[in-house]
């Protein structure tokens, strides 16, 4: 089980259990390992802090340094991948169907078995690989195994939470871990290759 707290530092814990005010967490504290020394990413945020809890690499191995960033070769959405390649991705809630509802604007985001399914596949950037034009979809633009990968090799399965659809980041390029309302996974042409599994 790997339980992520945005912002929670080794002083947070200790004063919470020194409280008692945090219970749950103690107790699993008290089952787990504690490393004193970790380091955050850099840059420190949700995006290349999770990706190095799954991949076990940093935002250079990943190739996600945040999640709004800027890519070279990918082309802006809805262009057809036509024009000047060079566009920013912002892989967060303006991703969703309906940026006013808690499930993305898709009820089966948060009944269904992926909450990717609330992405408006029309919001995402767009690629030109072998002559096609294709989104790319979160867990596109990752450049490592995820656990999540690693896992449904084994044809094990998973679950997970996060704040929003564009988490979809974690799933890897499992076809059978993608979005219904997505394309086919497509190839990623990158000068670097995928990392061996975790």
């Known amino acids: ?9 080794a002083i947070d814990l200790a004063n919470c259990t020194a409280t008692g005010s945090c219970p749950n967490i103690e107790r699993l504290a008290d ?3 504690t490393y004193n020394n970790a380091s955050t990413t850099k840059p420190s945020d949700s995006f290349p802090g999770l990706l190095a809890q799954v991949t076990g690499g940093t935002s250079k191995t990943t190739g996600v340094f945040y999640d709004d960033s800027y890519d070279r070769t990918f082309f802006a959405a809805g262009t057809n991948c036509t024009g000047t390649p060079g566009t920013e991705m912002n892989y967060a809630e303006p991703l969703d169907t309906d940026l006013h509802q808690i499930d993305g604007g898709v009820p ?11 992405i408006n596949s029309a919001n995402l950037v767009e690629q030109l690989a072998n002559g096609k034009c294709s989104p790319v979809w979160p867990h596109n633009i990752v450049r490592a195994n995820t656990i999540f990968d690693v896992i449904h090799a084994h044809h094990l399965r998973t679950a997970w939470s996060d704040k929003h659809p564009a988490y979809d980041i974690i799933n890897g390029n499992d076809p059978d871990s993608q979005p219904s309302n997505g394309r086919a996974p497509m190839l990623m042409i990158s000068s670097r290759p995928k990392s061996t599994p975790i």
Request: charged share 5%; no cysteine; hydrophobic share 50%.
């Open 1 to 9: 089980m790997l339980i992520s707290i945005d912002g929670f530092h």
């Open 108 to 118: 089966a985001a948060l009944t269904g078995l992926n909450s990717a399914v609330a």
């Open 31 to 33: 089952h787990g390992s």
